[in-house]
């Protein structure tokens, strides 16, 4: 006896929703639906603000894991060490050679990195054990692995995790292991029991821990998931109770848990390594269903999902190729809001890692890191899901229909003729036939004379008809056609690449090309390369063109004025839409200026120059109610007051979707503008639009202030501290500064440096590159760093470092001392020595003198002496031989005694 089998409510109900899925697509294939995007989980509403790769310092493009501290630094683990990331630059971590305190191995596995909240560290995982790295030391503490120890860790850690009651557990390849109050010790747990025979598991894998998670409800209760099932922990008996997914087939794939998610009312959902998504129910201890596409999935989906976090009432977090989403695990319903691919074209798994409250979430993946933000911002932004990688989806033309409240967009590379219902927030399309290009590209939309629109491709003129919904062929051209604008008297003007100008005058079945285009562009080999149109109040014609200058005709003259001077040959890259007097244009080098209608002569004059335009190329222009203009540009927004000169950048921080998530690309440039009947400006992405009120932006003037992060000293670098003093001897005068500022979410920031006596000029730093000064002399010096937002509101933040260079020892203060007395004492000995020369000479002039003095006295002397003795030798002589008498002798005697007193007068003298 055969049964039927009866449909559950639930299983009809689902049936019922992928029939009316089926009746929607099969009878409305024009029709793509998205679901306006105001912070709420929603079909392709976040936007990816930032994409971090190796090329912003992160040490690999394989993301195992992102973690924030108590000052909301990023930390970033990677297969190759990890870095913290404060939003300018990132700062890697990795194992040094031959030092046991540096981080143990460079792979970190994907739950093996954790933020401790309590302790101020991070907890790292590896295969060769755990590291606590604290921020504010820069030091790692840690716990090798030792398999012969039972008080440390046995085997290489798959998983990190702190409980309520900030307790360590470790999930390894052999069991599991708590850190004992002494922060030094384990204590191992293993699960020791025996497989029933008839369940073919292995049984070592259930000592496999990748995970772990504490009961939401009950904190003497940790789960873990193994490969080979999943463990209850009852933490004070220290009890395990092993659970596993019965099943005929895929028994083993079904059981290999990597990740566990606790969700509502006791339920569990478990990861497995490449199968499907398993929900198991803690309070009746049993499994309950299985989501994938394998044919034994209780929900079935297109491709296999890991589960990451609650995400609130009947939500989780899920992932897999076709995006990062959340799933209602009730009904099975799955909504992406981000999918990845990589530079390949290869669909990516987006991991989450992080989640900074409802504003922003990090992805990891195996091509760096992304970050989303949720579209909170003023801006509301629409999307749809492309086709294929051969659909671009970039906006070319934007016209709001005010009689059916429709906004019609023009794509280059769309699938036909793309409209979006400003009531309903429902894009649809209608397709067109292509005749001499492959490919769906609509350059222009404008109203036609007959009520209906006009729309061009690069290849014929439509008419398409608001009521009918029918698209009319006018005629085809091989022009290449790239814009066309009307004038006052209706006519239509053509830009193409081959013909230049041409006009399509009032029941005119073909356009006629204006002048002699090739001649006036320098003969048949050049082609005109008209691209853009915009027409004065005087209906003069002005044109640009690609990657050349640009100029005007003036139908009533028929004549053409094109600009070929220097100081008036500009490459503009878009024109504004013109007003009673003024058109504005950007340049692409030249900065943003205007056109005046009254004075055509002078071409575009210039307001905003380039220097203080840094936001990259501009690709439209607007002007709104209040006369502001407004520039779509590569770094976001941009609202410009050509009275006060103010310049604001608004960007993901608003909603603005600055990067498309489908192709990785720009969503700006190329984009377009366009203001709406009630006062809102429509933004033209790849593939969406975006809706905001002027005055509903609001800019954001939070400047950081700048800090230094590590100086390289001569070819070694050094870490930074709050107190860091630095006196550095002299041949350590190659110096390199690294600096940065927190802002992880504001992109509109400019960082510069200088060094006071060397720099007079800021200079800006580029972004992971330090800045070198060699060969500093010896002195005393102040780096001084300075912070500001390119919009140049919020003022400036400033920071400075001292360093001293000190100088060789030959050129201290007690060096010249020395030298200083050494030249005195030189001073002295020269002065004591020209001194004792000069006695010397003086000694031996005297002694001269007094030699000469005594021979002079001898002489005399002599002299003196010859004289009185010859007469006394005379006179005794002369007594002796004869005899005199009385008188005469008398006399002799007489003279005698006056020559013997002379004697002794001289004696007496001497």
């Known amino acids: 006896m055969s049964r039927t089998p009866k449909i559950s409510e639930k299983l009809f109900t689902t049936l019922a929703s992928y029939y009316l899925i089926f009746c929607l697509v099969f009878l409305f294939p024009e029709q793509i639906f998205s679901d306006e995007t105001t912070g709420k989980i929603a079909k392709g509403n976040a936007s990816s603000i930032r994409h971090l790769t190796m090329d912003n310092g992160l040490p690999s493009k394989t993301i195992t894991g992102i973690a924030a501290d108590e000052n909301q630094f990023i930390w970033i683990a990677t297969n190759k060490g990890f870095c913290r990331w404060d939003g300018f630059n990132a700062i890697c971590y990795q194992p040094i050679p031959g030092d046991s305190s540096s981080l143990p191995d460079n792979h970190i596995p994907r739950n093996g990195f954790k933020w401790d909240a309590q302790r101020k560290k991070l907890l790292i995982g590896t295969n060769q054990g755990l590291s606590l790295f604290d921020p504010a030391t820069l030091e790692f503490q840690n716990f090798f692995i030792d398999p012969d120890n039972s008080l440390k860790i046995p085997a290489p850690i798959n998983v990190v995790f702190t409980d309520r009651q900030d307790l360590i557990w470790l999930g390894t390849d052999n069991g599991f292991s708590m850190m004992l109050p002494n922060g030094n010790s384990f204590k191992n747990f293993t699960f020791k029991d025996d497989f029933p025979e008839y369940v073919m598991l292995d049984q070592r894998s259930i000592n496999r821990v990748f995970d772990i998670r504490q009961d939401p409800e009950d904190d003497n209760v940790l789960w873990l998931a193994t490969l080979a099932g999943l463990l ?123 989640r900074d409250g409802d504003r922003h979430l990090w992805l990891g993946s195996e091509n760096g890191v992304y970050v989303l933000s949720l579209d909170y911002g003023p801006v509301k932004n629409h999307f749809f899901r492309p086709v294929d990688e051969n659909h671009w989806y970039i906006t070319r033309s934007l016209f709001e229909d005010t009689i059916s409240n429709t906004l019609l967009i023009g794509y280059g590379r769309g699938e036909g003729l793309h409209f979006f219902d400003l009531k309903t927030s429902q894009f649809r399309v209608i397709n067109y036939p292509i005749h001499n290009i492959s490919e769906h590209v609509v350059s222009a939309i404008l109203p036609a004379p007959s009520g209906g629109i006009f729309m061009l491709t690069p290849d014929a003129l439509y008419d398409y008809s608001p009521k009918n919904q029918q698209v009319k062929l006018l005629f085809s051209s091989r022009a290449t056609m790239h814009d066309m604008k009307s004038d006052s008297q209706g006519n239509l003007w053509i830009a193409s690449a081959n013909q230049g100008l041409s006009v399509l005058k009032p029941g005119q079945m073909k356009p006629v090309q204006t002048g002699e285009m090739y001649h006036d562009f320098g003969g048949s080999q050049n082609l005109p390369m008209f691209q853009e149109l915009v027409i004065d109040n005087h209906d003069r014609i002005w044109f640009r063109r690609r990657g050349e200058s640009y100029g005007y005709y003036d139908p009533a003259k028929d004549s053409l004025i094109y600009f070929r001077k220097r100081d008036k040959l500009f490459d503009i890259t878009c024109f504004g839409p013109p007003d009673d007097k003024l058109i504005w244009a950007a340049t692409a080098e030249n900065g943003i200026g205007f056109i005046d209608a009254e004075e055509p002569d002078k071409g575009i004059q210039i307001v905003f120059p380039p220097d203080s335009l840094p936001y990259g190329l501009i690709s439209n222009l607007l002007v709104d109610r209040s006369n502001k203009i407004w520039a779509l540009c590569e770094m976001g927004l941009l609202r410009l007051d050509p009275e006060s000169g103010e310049k604001v950048l608004f960007d993901e921080n608003h909603g603005i979707a600055v990067r498309d998530n489908w192709s990785d690309k720009n969503n700006l440039v190329p984009g377009k503008l366009q203001l709406l009947k009630d006062g809102r400006i429509a933004i033209g992405y790849r593939h969406g639009l975006g809706f905001f009120h002027p005055d509903s932006l609001k800019p954001v003037y939070k400047v950081p202030e700048p800090y230094l992060t590590a100086i390289r000293i001569n070819e070694e670098n050094i870490p930074v501290n709050e107190n860091m003093k630095l006196r550095l001897p002299f041949d350590q005068n190659n110096l390199g500064f690294s600096y940065s500022a927190h802002a992880l979410y504001n992109r509109g920031i400019i960082l510069q440096h200088k060094i006071q006596a060397i720099d007079p000029d800021w200079h800006t730093q580029l972004p992971g590159k330090q800045v070198f000064y060699p060969n500093l002399r010896p002195g005393k010096y102040r780096l001084i760093l300075r912070s500001s937002s390119l919009s140049g509101q919020g003022g400036e933040k400033f920071n400075h470092f001292d360093f001293v260079i000190r100088s060789p020892w030959w050129k201290t203060g007690w060096a010249y001392a020395t030298y200083v007395a050494l030249f005195g004492l030189l001073i002295v000995i020269i002065y004591r020595f020209q001194l004792n020369r000069q006695l010397a000479r003086r000694e031996n002039h005297r002694l001269r003198e007094l030699n000469e003095l005594k021979t002079r006295l001898y002489a005399n002397i002599t002299h003196e002496f010859r004289t009185p003795i010859t007469v006394i030798t005379g006179i005794a002589d002369d007594l002796a031989g004869r005899q005199y008498d009385r008188n005469l002798f008398k006399n002799k005697l007489e003279t005698i005694q006056r020559n013997s007193d002379s004697l002794l007068h001289l004696v007496n003298q001497l």
């Open 232 to 354: 209850r922990f009852t933490k004070s008996t220290e009890k395990l109770q092993w659970f596993y997914y019965p099943a005929e087939d895929y028994l083993r794939e079904l059981n290999l848990f990597t990740m566990l998610v606790p969700g509502e009312e006791g339920m569990i959902y478990l990861g497995t390594w490449n199968f499907d998504m398993v929900q198991f129910d803690s309070k009746n201890e049993k499994f309950t269903g299985r989501f994938g596409r394998s044919p034994g999935s209780t929900i079935h989906t297109d491709e296999r999902i890991f589960p990451y976090a609650h995400a609130g009432k009947d939500a989780i977090w899920i992932s897999s190729l076709n995006g990062l989403g959340t799933i209602n695990p009730k009904t099975g319903d799955i909504d992406y809001i981000f999918s990845l691919k990589n530079e390949h074209n290869h669909r990516l798994v987006p991991e989450l890692f992080y």
